[in-house]
């Protein structure tokens, strides 16, 4: 039982850095589709250098947890899997057409309107993906995905288009937003200027002021849309939802002061008592009301050897991913003056 709180924990721990990494991503895509006015190129040209060097990368951690729900908790990734095929679709589709898009506008021969329609799919799907990744989430703790004599229910719709679950979809994009905004407030201070600091920290303020409205409407709603989430919160998570209220103030501080990198790394730690939050309302369900972390584990030593090599992996990936970052940032993103001849030399061919 422990051993399977564990690699529970772990897996839950994997989803939040990949919101916090992958999230930032994301939310750039959704500044790229906001960017206008004489601010656009400068803003979209901030977000290709940051996404550059990490945007691939980032999916590791999504495959990890992938394939370690997979194994841990075999039964709850055939749940899910077949309940929710139609929004996994959609969101494999919005992550290939995301990063697919990315590099062809970035770093193909394109004429103007060809790299403008590239842009569009990068921004639009940046948009569509966290809505239907919090869409699900709302959906898996609302109670509805019931198993009904050992068999999981397929292509489920209504469940993940409830007034609880579209407003936890709207709240992934806002938190992503304000992720990005947040990062990208550091990257332009990292490169002294002023102008994207500003813009990007007010977009990080309304971003975040919207996060919060629509989480208290979620709150307001799960009652009667997750009463199992909202029982849970009430019984044991109270204090975690005052924790991570604090924390969101304290982000909103900390931009509003100028602090950048202060607010970058309140922000990390504001997504994972977000998520953190919602895990420990939901325990001991891993799929409510049916399905629990102890009567979906794997037998015990896969769960040790699961765990064994989670650590291990997990050890050595965040200092590769922080060496990538710091190190390789520069040689792997194209600076804006070659993505400008790449352009004109397409226009002229």
Request: glycine share 10%; charged share 10%; no cysteine.
């Amino acid at each position: 039982m422990i051993l399977a709180y564990a690699v529970a924990v772990l897996l839950w721990l994997s989803l939040i850095i990949y919101a916090a990494l992958e999230g930032a991503d994301f939310g750039g895509g959704v500044w790229d589709l906001l960017a206008f006015g004489s601010q656009k190129e400068p803003m979209r040209n901030l977000i290709k250098n940051a996404i550059g060097a990490v945007w691939e990368a980032n999916n590791v951690w999504l495959t990890y947890l992938i394939v370690g729900l997979m194994t841990a908790f075999p039964f709850v990734a055939q749940t899910l899997t077949t309940a929710f095929f139609i929004p996994l679709v959609l969101i494999l589709i919005g992550i290939v057409l995301r990063g697919a898009a990315f590099v062809f506008r970035t770093f193909s021969a394109n004429t103007k309107l060809v790299s403008t329609a590239w842009g569009r799919i990068f921004s639009i799907s940046s948009t569509f993906t966290p809505f239907l990744f919090g869409a699900m989430a709302a959906a898996v703790s609302s109670g509805q995905v019931r198993i009904v004599n050992g068999q999981p229910p397929v292509g489920l719709v209504s469940v993940w288009l409830t007034p609880f679950a579209i407003v936890v979809g709207l709240m992934g994009i806002a938190l992503s937003a304000t992720i990005a905004a947040t990062y990208l407030t550091v990257e332009a201070q990292g490169q002294g200027d002023t102008a994207m600091m500003e813009a990007f920290r007010i977009r990080g303020l309304i971003a975040g002021g919207v996060m919060a409205a629509l989480g208290a409407v979620g709150i307001a709603l799960s009652p009667w849309q997750a009463p199992i989430l909202w029982g849970g919160m009430i019984a044991h998570a109270i204090w975690a939802v005052v924790i991570t209220v604090l924390l969101g103030l304290a982000v909103a501080w900390a931009l509003f002061y100028r602090h950048y990198r202060l607010s970058r790394l309140l922000m990390i730690i504001e997504t994972g008592a977000l998520l953190g939050t919602w895990g420990l309302a939901q325990i001991p369900y891993i799929i409510p009301p049916d399905l629990t972390v102890a009567n979906t584990a794997s037998p015990q030593t896969t769960l040790t050897e699961l765990f064994i090599s989670a650590l291990i992996g997990m050890s050595m990936l965040i200092p590769s991913f922080w060496f990538l970052f710091h190190v390789f940032k520069g040689a792997l993103v194209m600076p804006p003056i070659r993505e400008t001849e790449v352009r004109e030399e397409g226009e002229r061919s």
